[in-house]
């Protein structure tokens, strides 16, 4: 070897280097041992299995892996759809995905890269070759992890907004008795796709639910007061979930 050759990390670096965590999403159990032995010798590798694809989102979600292992034929959800899935989901949309297919048909490897995959491999790849292409779309991670903190950033604070223009109509409208409307449409965008805490993601829930049961209430003239009551909770509880949103991201 050269002066000027680098050489090549030492398995001891690997091992202070941060874990990588890759989320193989294959229904066969058969597949999912075969990949755990192959990545056995990288101490920094940690392989978690989902067999079940319609359970592949949420599994992601509790993760987040640095590259996702996705094989293409599946039952229930087959491997295309959930690659679109991905690729929409503002927290998970940009993180490493190698497509496992049991072809080598262009065709399907064409159609898997337009869908959005970032790499596509015949099951089962060489040991040598599959721990490679891990290291390299991991090696991006962490530069697309700050584009998406960002992107979670401008989505929590649009649904922040959102709240209190909520509450803030909805006071004038008792107020005054104009119609309210609720507007809703950054919570329905985000809802599935910010992975809040079960406790958190009710709290909003609950929060757009009690706007519109004291407007119903107050349009309905069964008790203005009560409505007016409710709204002093919703207020507060907007105000609560201020920093709860903040600290997530």
């Not at 929409?88 to 940009?94: P, Q, V």
């Not at 995959?117 to 040598?128: E, G, N, R, T």
């Amino acid at each position: 070897m050269s002066e000027n050759t680098p050489s090549p990390p030492s398995r001891e670096a690997a091992v202070t280097a941060p874990p990588i965590t890759v989320l193989l999403i294959d229904d066969q159990p058969i597949v999912g041992a075969a990949v755990r032995r192959i990545l056995a010798s990288e101490a920094d590798m940690r392989v978690q299995h989902c067999q079940d694809p319609a359970q592949a989102l949420g599994t992601a979600a509790a993760l987040m892996p640095q590259v996702i292992l996705l094989d293409l034929v599946m039952p229930g959800i087959d491997g295309l759809t959930l690659l679109k899935s991905f690729r929409e989901h503002i927290a998970l949309g940009s993180i490493p995905i190698i497509v496992l297919s049991a072809k080598e048909d262009p065709k399907i490897k064409g159609e898997a890269l337009d869908r959005g995959a970032d790499d596509y491999m015949v099951k089962l790849p060489s040991q040598v070759e599959l721990i490679a292409r891990i290291r390299h779309h991991a090696r991006h991670i962490d530069r697309i992890s700050q584009q998406v903190k960002q992107q979670l950033r401008q989505a929590v604070q649009q649904l922040l907004e959102e709240l209190q223009n909520n509450a803030r109509s909805l006071q004038e409208s008792l107020a005054s008795g104009t119609p309210f409307v609720l507007r809703d449409q950054a919570w329905r965008s985000l809802a599935n796709q910010l992975n809040l805490p079960e406790e958190v993601h009710a709290q909003v829930e609950g929060a757009y639910k009690k706007m519109q049961s004291a407007h119903q209430e107050a349009q309905n003239a069964k008790a203005p007061s009560e409505s007016r009551s409710q709204l002093s909770g919703i207020i507060e509880t907007v105000k609560e979930l201020a920093p709860l949103l903040t600290l997530l991201i």
